[in-house]
T-cell receptor
């Protein structure tokens, strides 16, 4: 499968714990995006990378959130001291910036439940 | 919130009927896109329309764009049960590549 993959697919954690999610983009894609989606809403942009560089962060990304893409391939999203409000689906997408269309391909998401 | 609005929030139709979903957005766009999300699956790109285009077709899909009203519509003709999903419009990408999604329309097509 050459699509975007995310791991884990589901994560249940207790409030106050740290969690880390991984995203593997389509191999030749140089842009990688993180979005968060709560029930009944559309995805909301969190941050994106072009290669290793984190080029934009949303105000939604509080100090407890950090994202990395150390080698310009996979990315991790860490949430420290989780809160119940962090419960959501975390979506990753990738694209090829050189394309005129810049279509973003989404992974299946990681569903986080904070108890 | 930067999110646009979609109308209706939920739509239930019979197989074979047409489904129309509307989207209003807030920013000045270069592109507007439509995505579909099935239960348990990721978002799938359907169609992109550029700001200088007024209408675009792809198979059974027809998208219109009115930049003066900051609105777009998605028409699905001859709907099928497999079209049951949530449909989202997304502004962008503008600068930087991020997408700004609407709140979505939940479409149910009954066989």
């Amino acid at each position: 499968d050459t699509g975007v993959s995310q791991d884990p697919r589901h994560k249940i954690t207790k409030r106050g714990q740290n969690v880390t999610f991984r995203c593997d983009p389509i191999s030749e894609h140089n842009r990688l995006y993180w979005y968060r989606q709560t029930l009944g809403q559309g995805p909301e942009f969190l941050t994106y990378f072009q290669n290793e560089a984190q080029l934009e962060k949303s105000r939604l990304l509080s100090d407890r959130f950090s994202a990395e893409r150390p080698k310009g391939s996979f990315s991790t999203l860490e949430i420290q001291r989780t809160e119940q409000g962090d419960s959501a689906m975390y979506l990753c997408a990738s694209s090829l910036a050189s394309q005129s269309v810049n279509e973003q391909f989404f992974g299946p998401g990681t569903r986080l439940t904070v108890l | 919130s930067q999110q646009g609005e979609e109308d209706p929030q939920a739509l239930s139709i019979q197989e074979g009927e047409n489904a129309t979903m509307n989207c209003s957005y807030k920013t000045s766009i270069n592109n507007l896109q439509w995505y579909r999300q099935n239960s348990g699956r990721g978002l799938v790109h359907l169609i992109l329309i550029r700001s200088n285009e007024r209408e675009k077709h792809s198979g059974r899909l027809r998208v219109t764009l009115d930049t003066s009203k900051k609105s777009s519509s998605l028409l699905i003709t001859a709907s099928r049960a497999a079209d049951t999903a949530s449909y989202f419009c997304a502004e962008g990408p503008n600068q930087g590549g991020k997408l700004i999604f609407g709140q979505g329309t939940e479409l149910s097509v009954k066989p």
